[in-house]
Structures are given as C-alpha cells and as structure tokens.
C-alpha cells in the first residue's frame, strides 16, 4: 500500500499556476512552472524586461574579476544546468575556492543563499563573488562601478532601467539587475510533476516509481526534500548536519570553532573565511549563527534537476547519486564503518536499503529534470 502522503498528492487537483504580476516576462510559459510555486518577487526590485536584460549582460561580464577572466557565469553554467561541473570552484588566475558551486536554477525559491545560509536573498548573494579573493578577486565592489561607469552603454542602460546618473549608481543597483535575471531561470515541469500534478500515469517508469515510493518511505528523503500539496520544491530551506566533511575533521572542531569565533569577532569576514580555508568551512551554519548545534550543517540543496549538477554536497565529494545513496543508506557516512560526528542531525541514520532500492532511488532522481533542459547529466571532474 502506498504511503499517505502519495495517496494524498495524487487525489489532490493541484490548482492553476499564475506568476505573480510582475514576474519576469520570459517565465509567462506556465508549463514551465509546473510543480513550481510562483516566483516571489521583492516588493523593492519589481521585475522589468530591460532589468533582466541587464542582469543578463552583468551574469556574462568578465571584466568584473581581477583578471578579466571570472564572470558569474563561470561558475553557474548554462550548458551545465547553471553549475561548473566542479568538486569546488575555480576562481581568477586559478584559485579554488572550499564550496561545490549549487546551480541557480530555481534559487529565486530559496530562502537564504549560500550552502550555510549567509545572505538572505539573492541581492546579498550577488555582491559577496566579485569581492571575494579566490572568486573574481576585486578589492572593492568601487572597482566594478567604474567599469560601468566608463561603458556608454551601461550608463545609458542604467540610467534607463534605474533612473540613476553614474554618480548615483551603487552596488545596489547592480545586484539588483543580477537578481532580476536569476530569478528568470527557474525550471519544472518534469516528470514527476506530470505524474503528480497532471496525474500523467505513464510520465514515470516502474523503477521511478518505485523510487517514489522509497523517498517518501523507507528512504524518509522527503523529511528535509519537501513535497507540498500543490508544489514540490524539494528542500525544508533548513540545515543539516549529515556527515559530510566534518566526519573527517571532528577532532579539530573545538579548536577551529574557538579559533573562528575569535577572528569573526575581531571583524573577519565569513564569506572568505570559509571560503579560503577548507577546515573552517566544514563548520557550515556554525560560521554565521555561532551556535554550536549548527556546527557541521548546511542547508537542504533541491533535487530538481540533480542528475545534471554532479558532483554532490557542499563540497562536491561525492561524484554520483549512487555514492549520495549510499552515503544516507550508511547513515551519513561515506562507508559502513566510518565514525559519524557528534554534531550529526538526530533525522540521519541508517536506512537498511538494499542496492537494488538504492538504484530505484537514483532513477527517481532523474526523474526531476525540466523539460526545458536537454543537457546530458554532468560528468564531474574528479
């Protein structure tokens, strides 16, 4: 017998998709959306087609990086699902950085940024790359106003989409473009929203479905990956510690917590602590809230579209949804025998799945992909 809640999803006529009315003009194909909420629009950057224009030119620019080389394209890939593909990310003049780059793809859904939840939204998130050292480099955000600000057609774009002159432009103003552009990129309608909001029976094969099964069931994926009655974003937006990386570090925690809270305290600055020290990275949430039940969490990436956004985790050390699987199976560790941390989330424990089930896990996970996107699953560097 199957499990309530998919009894529930399939007797429940999901209601019409609507954007909000000022929601970007190149998401209005409702199909598109299918499974998604409508995409949340800030009350103090309303969404314009020349905004998002400019947001789009900003994405691609590579000048705004030390060496002319870094855009935030780079890292969020459109042929890549808006990924790079990477364990973690590499910045100008080669640099790499601690973090496995999560796609953009549905982030204007997420409600905070970052894998340990820093900046609240995606104008926050979009000022932190340009001034980080390993990312694009810049000593200060006055170094990307004065590119703008010697470009006649940036100025006039400005000018048109903000009503600011080059005196006025900030930084602000930028982020907001970048944000309006981001929060276009958003794809559903795979087949699993078929099968469950269209009730289109035939939209999953038996090992999808079975994989169904197993999520909502004796896998418990869907405790933090999220299925709503008329949508599925598939994450809680929460944080979590399931033992990857700080497995490998607990001895070091107490040191590196103290150590860290000193140098936050003495005005450091978190988006390049934890970002150019892979130790103290593993400390997750830990690093924004300084409160020790964080320590090794970091928050529920969505699984839509994740058979294209290999390698896996926040720190890209795992390269298949086969060793994720069996990662949870284990009860948050890589291998059977390996210690778990004693900060692990009370919910990670083992599963008791046999491989077959964890392959019927792995073809659920494909059952995710947009429509939209034609891209092969990534192949991730190792």
């Known amino acids: 017998m199957r499990h309530a809640l998919l009894l529930t999803l399939m007797l429940t006529v999901p209601p019409a998709y609507t954007l909000a009315d000022d929601a970007p003009t190149t998401t209005t194909d409702d199909n598109n959306l299918l499974g998604l909420p409508p995409v949340p629009i800030p009350a103090n950057n309303p969404q314009t087609p ?22 935030c394209a780079n890292c969020h890939d459109e042929k890549k699902a808006f990924t790079d593909a990477l364990p973690v990310s590499v910045g100008h003049n080669g640099l790499t950085g601690t973090r496995n ?16 939840g820093r900046e609240p ?6 000022k932190q790359p340009l001034v ?9 955000h006055q170094q990307v106003l004065e590119i703008i600000r010697t470009d006649p057609d940036y100025l006039a ?3 048109n989409v903000f009503n600011v002159s080059a005196k006025s432009l900030t930084i602000d103003h930028v982020a907001q473009a970048i944000a309006s552009f981001e929060r276009t990129l958003v794809a559903g309608n795979s087949p699993f929203d078929r099968y469950i ?10 090992a999808q479905v079975r994989g169904f099964e197993l999520f909502i069931g004796q896998g418990r994926c869907v405790s933090c990956h999220t299925i709503e009655q008329d949508h599925a974003l598939f994450t809680d937006g929460r944080f979590h510690n399931i033992g ?16 860290f809270l000193e140098a936050k305290n003495k005005g450091g600055d978190v988006d390049v602590m934890v970002l150019t020290d892979k130790k103290s990275s593993e400390l997750g949430r830990f690093a924004v809230t300084d409160e020790l039940g964080q320590i090794g969490a970091f928050k529920t990436p969505t699984l839509r579209n994740v058979e294209l956004t290999a390698p896996y985790m926040h720190d890209g050390s795992l390269l298949t949804l086969k060793e994720v699987m069996v990662h949870y199976n284990n009860g948050g560790a890589a291998k059977a025998d390996e210690p778990v941390n004693a900060f692990l989330s009370g919910g990670i424990r083992p599963l008791g799945l046999n491989d077959a089930q964890l392959d019927d896990l792995v073809a659920f996970m494909s059952a995710l992909t947009s429509s939209k996107l034609t891209a092969k699953p990534a192949q991730a560097a190792h």
């Open 50 to 71: 020349a905004k998002i224009a400019l947001g789009d030119k900003l994405f691609h620019d590579k000048r705004f990086s030390v060496d002319g080389t870094v855009s």
């Open 101 to 116: 780059a999560p796609t953009v793809l549905n982030a204007a859904f997420n409600p905070s940024q970052f894998w340990d």
């Open 121 to 126: 939204d995606l104008e926050g998130q979009a």
């Open 132 to 140: 980080n050292p390993v990312e694009h480099g810049l000593s200060d």
């Open 157 to 159: 774009t400005f000018q």
């Open 197 to 206: 909001f269209n009730r289109q029976k035939d939209a999953l094969t038996a």
């Open 244 to 259: 990857v990386g700080i497995n490998q570090i607990q001895q070091d925690v107490p040191r590196l917590a103290h150590a």
